[in-house]
Structures are given as structure tokens and as C-alpha cells.
């Protein structure tokens, strides 16, 4: 039988508590669970007015933002397949960026000093 841990406790009643129901919980949890609760109890949403819905509804609507950000990444995508000398270019310099780091990274490390080390011959 496997013991569950304090968190996975807490986060199961706090579950619980959002769905609404009851948890029992040991003394220890008690307090935790109690500020769950109340913080549960005090950002209930605030339910919109229909007037609020529409004008947002009307937004959505007047906003097609979806199909303009589909378009610049298709003209994008695009454009990158027109020229795979662009692609080829940006991999090997990205290539490169990456394999002067882990140069860079293992030079520095070999050149510091282990301070256990220091007696050795």
C-alpha cells in the first residue's frame, strides 16, 4: 500500500472542493483546506451581461484575426520554400551558434581549477 504525500492530498481535496463536494481531511490539512475554501467562496466569477456578451460577440465577429495570422504564416512558410538557400543558411549558422557554445562551455571548463584537486601531481 503506497502513502499518498501532503500535496497530493492537499491537491485532492482542494479538486473536491472545487466540484463542490466535501473533503475529509485529516487535522493537519484542515487549515490549508479552509483557505481553499474561502478563496473558493470569494472569486466566484462574476457572470457577464448579455450586453457585454454581444459587444464581445460583435468583436469576435468583426475581428478575423484567426484568418490574418493563417495568412502571414502561410506567406511565411511560403516565402521559406521559395528560397531553401535561406533555410539551408539559417540551419548552418544556427549549427554553428550551437556548436561554438558547447565549445566555448567545455574550454571554460576544462580551465578551472578543482580546488580538491590542488595537491595532486
Not at 4 to 23: I, N, W, Y
Not at 43 to 50: F, G, I
Not at 72 to 94: D, F, N
Request: net charge positive; aromatic share 4%.
Amino acid at each position: 500500500m503506497t502513502t499518498r504525500s501532503t500535496p497530493e492530498r492537499l491537491d485532492e481535496a482542494v479538486d473536491m472542493l472545487l466540484t463542490g463536494a466535501r473533503p475529509v481531511v485529516d487535522p493537519a490539512l484542515r487549515p490549508l483546506v479552509a483557505v481553499a475554501e474561502t478563496l473558493a467562496r470569494s472569486l466566484r466569477p462574476v457572470p457577464a451581461s448579455p450586453r457585454f456578451e454581444a459587444a464581445l460577440a460583435r468583436r469576435l465577429a468583426a475581428n478575423d484575426w484567426v484568418e490574418r495570422a493563417g495568412n502571414r504564416v502561410s506567406t511565411l512558410v511560403r516565402q521559406a520554400t521559395e528560397r531553401p538557400g535561406r533555410l539551408i543558411a539559417a540551419g548552418a549558422v544556427s549549427s554553428a551558434a550551437v556548436g561554438a557554445t558547447v565549445t566555448a562551455f567545455f574550454a571554460w571548463r576544462s580551465t578551472r581549477r578543482h580546488p580538491h584537486r590542488a595537491g595532486w601531481r
